[in-house]
């Protein structure tokens, strides 16, 4: 049974940084693309970056570009989302999302959520002005 636990969400002020984390289970970690998508209250959600199943391409929306960053650890089974220079904008529910891409190119970064095999619950981060 997959499952992908993300942590890492809170209540911070513009200006501050958060470390999401999304702890992988019941998979080869090393077999999958890893993103992190968000959704804001009334808004469609939207990827916010994506990692290969190598870890060795990245990829931004542009309004996170410069602030956030994606990584990859297969031997924890765990992506993280570092978020610098917070805005209220970012606020949103943030969520992981797996893609099985093991026949595939290992630097591909999956951009569409129908590409994603499995996701995690969200993890809430508000960002006060």
């Known amino acids: 049974q997959v499952e992908l636990v993300e942590s890492g969400g809170g209540l911070v002020q513009a200006g501050d940084s958060l470390r999401l984390s999304c702890a992988a289970s019941?998979?080869?970690?090393?077999?999958?693309?890893m993103g992190w998508f968000r959704q804001a209250p009334g808004k469609e959600r939207e990827l916010v970056a994506a990692?290969?199943?190598?870890?060795?391409?990245?990829y931004y929306t542009d309004s996170v570009k410069g602030r956030f960053t994606i990584s990859k650890d297969n031997a924890k089974n765990t992506v993280y989302l570092q978020m610098n220079s917070l805005k209220p904008a970012d606020t949103a529910v943030y969520y992981c999302?797996?893609?099985?891409?093991?026949?595939?190119?290992?630097?591909?970064?999956?951009?569409?959520?129908?590409?994603?095999?499995?996701w995690g619950q969200g993890t809430q981060v508000t960002v006060s002005s």
């Open positions: 999302a797996a893609k099985n891409h093991i026949t595939g190119a290992s630097y591909y970064t999956p951009r569409s959520e129908y590409e994603y095999d499995y």
């Open positions: 019941g998979l080869i970690f090393s077999f999958y693309a």
């Open positions: 990692i290969a199943r190598s870890g060795i391409t990245t």
